[in-house]
């Protein structure tokens, strides 16, 4: 009994001596090394756990339109849930399967399908820089230092199957098996939504933008404008919803000039509306008449959708969960 309690003994002191020596050496080393160096170290691996959160789990960014009003003003911060819908494995490559996909109302993040990448370097800077400073440095910016809109967060309006149309700025939706076209008012009263659509411009403004593109359709063609067009053109305000200005100029375009198959393609188009394919989804802004959304670049596919809004966590007095 005493040989085996000694042996034990031994066999502990040696242990402890040896951690002991180790400390004491590993102490040393931190002495000897240059503070610098030391500060170095630390940062990079704060920046490593930094971009690993932000490119698997959660992710900053900074709102940088008013295309969300009230949802969402510009400057706001907010978080997004990159979990859910499935990560990018690389930043812009390959995407992993997520939890779920994105459901109607929610309000998500995609890559603008209007974005033109200043090179893979660039981009890949860029982005690097925007996560490990929580969105404080965007190097991204046009000539006049606005942000370019690399990425955009918009609300998920329309679904696969449905079809979806604007009528004076209003959304119209045939969802799945109905025939009839029906207000997105109405559609969200059915569905138990609450409708966050906010409107700028009012119903009695439509007859001068009407009047407006009809008088550019009469000039492109070189046709003489008739004075009372002219004169109701006049009228229409500097912010007008130009999406239905195009519908409208397309319209009088088809029927001055029937065999102009353009103009007869995108008449068809506005009328029919957009019908949203498998695998897609139709962003749009709460703010309607100031969004720059999928009536301009059409549905989105779901391998682009990068995450969901979750929280605004600045400014603090506007702080709280994004619906």
Not at 101 to 127: A, C, M, W
Not at 195 to 218: G, H, L, V
Request: proline letters at 7%; one cysteine or more.
């Amino acid at each position: 009994m005493e040989k085996w309690y000694c042996a034990v003994q031994n066999i502990t002191e040696r242990y402890l001596t040896r951690r002991k020596r180790k400390k004491e050496i590993l102490r040393a080393k931190q002495k000897a090394k240059n503070p610098i160096v030391d500060w170095i170290e630390a940062f990079l691996w704060a920046a490593i756990v930094v971009l690993i959160i932000n490119q698997y789990a959660a992710q900053a960014y900074q709102i940088p339109s008013g295309s969300m009003k009230n949802t969402l003003q510009i400057t706001d911060r907010i978080f997004v849930n990159k979990m859910v819908y499935g990560p990018e494995l690389i930043p812009g490559a390959v995407k992993l399967p997520g939890f779920s996909i994105p459901k109607r109302d929610e309000v998500i993040i995609f890559e603008s399908p209007t974005y033109i990448s200043k090179g893979p370097v660039f981009d890949t800077l860029q982005r690097l820089l925007y996560m490990l400073t929580f969105s404080l440095v965007d190097i991204d910016k046009d000539e006049n230092g606005m942000p370019r809109p690399h990425f955009l967060i918009k609300r998920a309006v329309g679904m696969s199957g449905d079809r979806i149309r604007f009528v004076e700025g209003n959304v119209e939706i045939k969802p799945p098996g109905f025939q009839e076209w029906m207000t997105e008012k109405e559609f969200r009263a059915l569905s138990g939504l609450k409708d966050r659509t906010r409107r700028i411009i009012q119903p009695e403004i439509y007859p001068y933008i009407k009047a407006s593109a009809w008088s550019d359709a009469f000039l492109s063609l070189s046709i003489p404008v008739p004075e009372e067009l002219l004169s109701e053109a006049e009228k229409m305000p500097a912010v007008s919803d130009m999406f239905e200005w195009m519908k409208y100029r397309s319209q009088m375009l088809y029927r001055l000039n029937p065999q102009d198959r353009r103009a007869a393609g995108l008449w068809k188009k506005f009328e029919t509306g957009w019908y949203i394919d498998e695998e897609h989804i139709l962003p749009l802004g709460d703010n309607r008449d100031n969004s720059r959304d999928g009536r301009y670049f059409g549905p989105v596919k779901l391998d682009k959708v990068l995450g969901r809004a979750m929280f605004i966590y600045w400014p603090l007095g506007r702080a709280g969960e994004i619906l």
